[in-house]
């Protein structure tokens, strides 16, 4: 007899056999205890996950000698001619290779004769959203209303390519992904059948190269074996693979965290000159970050992650160094490289470049952190005596926070403290009274502190009256109290016109001041603790009366 690949071989052949699709299979078999079997099925699903196998299996079930059976014997004719694939009554059809209209009328005109020697015709047609329109179209009529000996299961890996006339007369299963655990166990299965010696490790890796598809996995076990013969090593496995050693990806990992870029770059050295390809190593790198994050955060990550007890360790050992969001921030920096490593030509030198990024990645602070040290921050420049303490409902304020509160001034507001108050400020008095917002944006802020503001006007403008009025005073202490959490004195002074020689002297004199205050600015404590908190820079320093 020929040689029957494993995919062929190890062909599930009952319902029972049929790995991960329970769900499916059951619904099939309680269809035919009950004599609800339908006309027409779409299975639908990624490759390998068992679409033809169902079908075959379910044609068999329908047309057994011993049936219709849920479990069909795979001893008669008909199981055997199904499974051997040369019934007459079960016809497979390629969609690819019969996309045409005039395929589908000839499908029509042999539809309408009786099955040779089966109870059902069964029309198999993979790949059917292959198929042109107007062969859908033709083929609409004889999906609705088949004849009683006619049964069609079509399957597909794209549905949304597929007519909704056509799904709508169809019964549609979706098979998912089969599991890792399931990959594992068949394979198991086989190797101990054909005497294989390899290791539990070795199989995991080929489980989870074939990313959910049974055949692939299967397909990759059998080249393997060509590869290595009846014995084979993990190293072997990944050779063929072409998956990095894991005493690599902990070495990288581990020098990422210390951020040595030395290091780093000297690991993707030794990777690029062992000979792997580098956008395949690039996944192998990008799964050890999301790895670490597993550990970091899963109280099971032997669940989704396949390493041994003591890869298990070190990995808890790394991401005891490392926060998640920091793993997280990693993460995305390499994953961003992705669309430039397929396309480039020179991928040694961008994941070179992306790794460097990543060693210079500055840590980020948590969310709530953050949102404490601005009211932290808030309160001290408005004068407040705030604490280190979070409000209800905030995380612990760490002792770093608490150490710059103890540090930071208590006197007022910064010059960039006082434009944001007084704009502030400006729009309440523009909501309440909008004639007197306008007068004070003529005025001159003189002076801003948690207990005064004071307004300088020229004596003799029509301004110093109107803005002086008892009833605008109310409103300018009414909104300075909503504004700084306090009474407030409003207080109205005399402030030189334009032409006054004090501006002009004050414009002379101004390079100077400026100079001055660009020097307080940045040594004031205030300033460094921000600056040093949030990663900043001074950019620019603005003079405000």
């Not at 009554?89 to 029509?108: K, M, P, Q």
């Given at each position: 007899?020929?040689?029957?690949?494993?995919?062929?071989?190890?062909?599930?052949?009952?319902?029972?056999?049929?790995?991960?699709?329970?769900?499916?299979?059951?619904?099939?078999?309680?269809?035919?205890?009950?004599?609800?079997?339908?006309?027409?099925?779409?299975?639908?699903?990624?490759?390998?996950?068992?679409?033809?196998?169902?079908?075959?299996?379910?044609?068999?079930a329908l047309n057994c000698a011993e049936g219709?059976?849920?479990?069909?014997?795979?001893r008669c004719q008909s199981c055997i001619e199904?499974?051997?694939?040369?019934?007459?009554?079960?016809?497979?059809?390629?969609?690819?290779?019969?996309?045409?209209?005039?395929?589908?009328?000839?499908?029509?005109?042999?539809?309408?004769?009786?099955?040779?020697?089966?109870?059902?015709?069964?029309?198999?047609?993979?790949?059917?959203?292959?198929?042109?329109?107007?062969?859908?179209?033709?083929?609409?009529?004889?999906?609705?209303?088949?004849?009683?000996?006619?049964?069609?299961?079509?399957?597909?890996?794209?549905?949304?390519?597929?007519?909704?006339?056509?799904?709508?007369?169809?019964?549609?299963?979706?098979?998912?992904?089969?599991?890792?655990?399931?990959?594992?166990?068949?394979?198991?299965?086989?190797?101990?059948?054909?005497?294989?010696?390899?290791?539990?490790?070795?199989?995991?890796?080929?489980?989870?190269?074939?990313?959910?598809?049974?055949?692939?996995?299967?397909?990759?076990?059998?080249?393997?074996?060509?590869?290595?013969?009846?014995?084979?090593?993990?190293?072997?496995?990944?050779e063929v693979l072409g998956v990095l050693d894991?005493?690599?990806?902990?070495?990288?990992?581990?020098?990422?965290?210390?951020?040595?870029?030395?290091?780093?770059?000297?690991?993707?050295?030794?990777?690029?000159?062992?000979?792997?390809?580098?956008?395949?190593?690039?996944?192998?790198?990008?799964?050890?970050?999301?790895?670490?994050?597993?550990?970091?955060?899963?109280?099971?990550?032997?669940?989704?992650?396949?390493?041994?007890?003591?890869?298990?360790?070190?990995?808890?050992?790394?991401?005891?160094?490392?926060?998640?969001?920091?793993?997280?921030?990693?993460?995305?920096?390499?994953?961003?490289?992705?669309?430039?490593?397929?396309?480039?030509?020179?991928?040694?030198?961008?994941?070179?470049?992306?790794?460097?990024?990543?060693?210079?990645?500055?840590?980020?602070?948590?969310?709530?952190?953050?949102?404490?040290?601005?009211?932290?921050?808030?309160?001290?420049?408005?004068?407040?005596?705030?604490?280190?303490?979070?409000?209800?409902?905030?995380?612990?304020?760490?002792?770093?926070?608490?150490?710059?509160?103890?540090?930071?001034?208590?006197?007022?507001?910064?010059?960039?403290?006082?434009?944001?108050?007084?704009?502030?400020?400006?729009?309440?008095?523009?909501?309440?009274?909008?004639?007197?917002?306008?007068?004070?944006?003529?005025?001159?802020?003189?002076?801003?502190?948690?207990?005064?503001?004071?307004?300088?006007?020229?004596?003799?403008?029509?301004?110093?009256?109107?803005?002086?009025?008892?009833?605008?005073?109310?409103?300018?202490?009414?909104?300075?109290?909503?504004?700084?959490?306090?009474?407030?004195?409003?207080?109205?002074?005399?402030?030189?016109?334009?032409?006054?020689?004090?501006?002009?002297?004050?414009?002379?004199?101004?390079?100077?001041?400026?100079?001055?205050?660009?020097?307080?600015?940045?040594?004031?404590?205030?300033?460094?603790?921000?600056?040093?908190?949030?990663?900043?820079?001074?950019?620019?320093?603005?003079?405000?009366?």
């Amino acid at each position: 007899m020929s040689y029957l690949v494993f995919a062929r071989k190890w062909r599930p052949q009952t319902f029972e056999e049929v790995v991960d699709q329970k769900h499916i299979a059951q619904t099939l078999q309680n269809a035919i205890r009950s004599n609800r079997v339908a006309h027409a099925f779409l299975f639908t699903g990624e490759r390998g996950v068992g679409k033809t196998s169902v079908a075959r299996i379910l044609a068999k079930a329908l047309n057994c000698a011993e049936g219709p059976t849920p479990s069909p014997c795979n001893r008669c004719q008909s199981c055997i001619e199904i499974t051997k694939g040369i019934s007459m009554d079960v016809l497979e059809i390629d969609g690819a290779s019969n996309t045409g209209v005039d395929d589908i009328r000839e499908l029509r005109e042999k539809i309408r004769y009786v099955p040779v020697s089966s109870r059902y015709k069964v029309y198999i047609i993979d790949e059917v959203h292959m198929l042109s329109t107007s062969a859908f179209n033709a083929l609409l009529k004889t999906l609705e209303e088949p004849p009683p000996h006619a049964i069609f299961i079509l399957a597909t890996t794209e549905p949304h390519k597929i007519p909704d006339t056509i799904l709508s007369r169809c019964q549609r299963f979706d098979f998912k992904r089969i599991s890792l655990p399931g990959i594992m166990d068949n394979l198991k299965k086989i190797v101990s059948d054909e005497k294989i010696e390899i290791s539990e490790r070795a199989l995991f890796l080929i489980a989870q190269a074939a990313e959910g598809s049974m055949r692939d996995a299967q397909s990759i076990l059998e080249r393997i074996i060509s590869y290595a013969g009846e014995k084979v090593s993990e190293e072997q496995v990944r050779e063929v693979l072409g998956v990095l050693d894991q005493r690599l990806l902990s070495e990288f990992s581990s020098a990422l965290i210390e951020r040595d870029d030395k290091k780093c770059l000297d690991v993707i050295d030794r990777i690029y000159a062992s000979g792997y390809d580098l956008k395949q190593a690039y996944y192998s790198l990008l799964e050890q970050v999301r790895n670490l994050l597993i550990v970091k955060i899963s109280p099971d990550p032997s669940r989704l992650i396949g390493l041994s007890d003591a890869g298990f360790s070190e990995l808890r050992e790394q991401s005891d160094k490392i926060s998640a969001e920091e793993i997280q921030g990693l993460f995305k920096l390499l994953l961003q490289s992705e669309e430039e490593m397929q396309r480039s030509p020179f991928p040694k030198l961008i994941l070179e470049m992306t790794i460097l990024r990543m060693v210079q990645l500055r840590p980020s602070l948590p969310l709530d952190e953050i949102i404490t040290k601005l009211r932290i921050l808030e309160g001290r420049l408005l004068g407040e005596n705030v604490q280190g303490t979070p409000a209800p409902g905030d995380s612990v304020v760490s002792e770093d926070i608490q150490s710059i509160t103890k540090e930071l001034p208590s006197s007022p507001p910064s010059s960039e403290g006082k434009e944001e108050i007084w704009r502030r400020f400006l729009e309440e008095v523009q909501r309440k009274k909008a004639s007197l917002a306008s007068m004070l944006e003529q005025a001159t802020l003189l002076t801003l502190t948690p207990e005064k503001i004071e307004i300088g006007i020229n004596q003799d403008s029509f301004l110093w009256e109107k803005i002086g009025e008892k009833e605008s005073l109310a409103i300018l202490k009414d909104t300075g109290r909503g504004i700084l959490k306090r009474d407030v004195e409003i207080k109205i002074s005399h402030y030189p016109s334009v032409t006054d020689g004090s501006v002009s002297r004050k414009t002379n004199n101004h390079k100077e001041q400026l100079k001055k205050a660009q020097e307080e600015a940045i040594n004031n404590p205030a300033v460094k603790d921000i600056l040093e908190t949030f990663g900043g820079k001074i950019v620019d320093v603005k003079i405000t009366q």
